[in-house]
């Protein structure tokens, strides 16, 4: 049976070295799955400006046929603009068995009306939801409202006292994320055994 493949999105401001993506890697990888951490073009391009939605969604698209090469099963996300052009790829079609979004940003903050949710109903495969209870660029309120729209299985997990980037909470974010993998992928989630005690 080939590993699970996990591939994590950085958001708009980072790189595939964001702090809590690494954590992320660190974990699945110790559980046997096969983890790639991508950057986005601007980002590899020296640019600090993203670029549109077509041009990331692309790029989900292609760093996810590398990674198909090297597992069976793939889960996709990442960090708040990374996740959401991940859950747009696959809405647009691309295989996925699902979706870890981390921090996804709903709508900008303080502007409600210019959501980010409109591919939520095209979005027919298991996804996880990690925010902070203080983000603002999705309250749990908001987020517990446009994910109804999913038709797949959604979960939420809630960080306490997080902001929209989950400074300081990487632990906690890593375990709510191998909790549900674990869950979702018994038979591909090998954590590492516990060392001798004696």
Do not use: N
């Amino acid at each position: 049976m080939k590993p699970l493949g996990l591939l994590l999105a950085p958001g708009a401001g980072a790189d595939r070295d964001q702090p809590s993506l690494v954590a992320l890697d660190q974990a699945a990888t110790a559980a046997g799955v096969v983890v790639s951490r991508m950057d986005f073009p601007y980002r590899k391009a020296g640019r600090r400006a993203p670029d549109r939605a077509p041009v990331l969604v692309a790029s989900v698209v292609e760093e996810a046929k590398a990674l198909s090469g090297h597992a069976g099963a793939l889960v996709l996300g990442g960090r708040s603009m990374g996740g959401r052009m991940c859950s747009m790829a696959v809405a647009e079609g691309l295989a996925a068995a699902a979706l870890v979004l981390i921090s996804y940003p709903l709508h900008p903050p303080g502007r409600p009306e210019r959501g980010r949710d409109a591919h939520f109903p095209d979005l027919d495969v298991p996804c996880l939801f990690v925010s902070g209870t203080r983000d603002a660029f999705a309250t749990p309120a908001e987020l517990a409202e446009a994910t109804a729209a999913i038709p797949g299985p959604v979960t939420r997990r809630l960080v306490e006292g997080g902001d929209h980037g989950l400074r300081g909470k990487d632990r906690a974010v890593t375990e709510a994320v191998a909790e549900w993998l674990a869950e979702r992928f018994p038979a591909l989630w090998h954590p590492p055994a516990a060392p001798d005690a004696g």
